[in-house]
């Protein structure tokens, strides 16, 4: 199996010029989530700004002079390209503001396959979360760096790193906090998660409650009332 994801990855990447040894390849899970859902879905959670941040001290920490953001909108959705759009501008920005001399770029769009395979093979790559990042980071030949978000995902990987022979290293920035999971049923769309700091469950909940107009705001702040007399 391993073999045959190599020869995968090399057939694949062969339409394209790989990413060189000084450059850290980082993707952002943008295009398949709307701004609007973002702040419900991922709550208080360390955002575009961390991320970019644990790039550019990966970054200094390798020597590489260059950071290519991976973040498309495979499906196109309007949402979904302006998340892109605002997620690339805000990691660049937050790059150059800690490290000048680090250039930064949005690579041009590809498919899910074309952008997979760039991405395994990096020098250096920082994923965010979800399976799209979990399969990259699996591929990936390089050194693998995880942002609080992919904690979840670190024993899956690095059990399948292990696996195909490949180097282990792969390093998670820990969280600064506790993170729950709240899910809240909605009908008819169904459970929905909700990301939250352990400390500030009660603020995450109620902003669920008030954009999905789920309640009365000040009718769920307040205990239910007693039996009748």
Do not use: K
Request: with cysteine; hydrophobic share 50%.
């Amino acid at each position: 199996a391993a073999a045959a994801i190599a020869a995968w990855v090399r057939d694949e990447g062969s339409r394209f010029v790989p990413p060189p040894a000084d450059c850290v390849v980082v993707h952002l899970r943008s295009g398949d989530r709307s701004r609007r859902a973002e702040p419900l879905e991922i709550g208080a959670l360390p955002g575009v700004a961390q991320y970019a941040r644990i790039a550019a001290r990966v970054c200094r920490d390798a020597a590489c002079a260059r950071v290519v953001v991976v973040a498309a909108a495979h499906h196109d959705t309007l949402d979904g390209l302006r998340a892109v759009r605002d997620d690339v501008r805000e990691f660049c920005a937050v790059v150059a503001r800690g490290a000048e001399h680090i250039a930064c770029a949005h690579r041009p769009p590809d498919t899910a396959d074309g952008d997979l395979a760039y991405m395994a093979a990096a020098a250096h790559l920082v994923v965010h979360f979800g399976g799209y990042s979990a399969l990259a980071a699996v591929l990936c030949r390089g050194r693998v760096f995880g942002g609080p978000l992919f904690r979840p995902y670190a024993a899956g990987v690095r059990a399948a790193r292990r696996r195909a022979g490949m180097d282990t290293l792969l390093v998670v920035c820990a969280p600064p906090r506790a993170i729950v999971a709240l899910v809240i049923d909605v009908a008819p769309v169904g459970p929905l998660a909700v990301y939250a700091p352990a400390h500030d469950v009660g603020a995450a909940a109620r902003a669920a409650v008030a954009e999905w107009a789920l309640a009365d705001a000040d009718a769920g702040a307040r205990p239910p009332a007693g039996p009748a007399a």
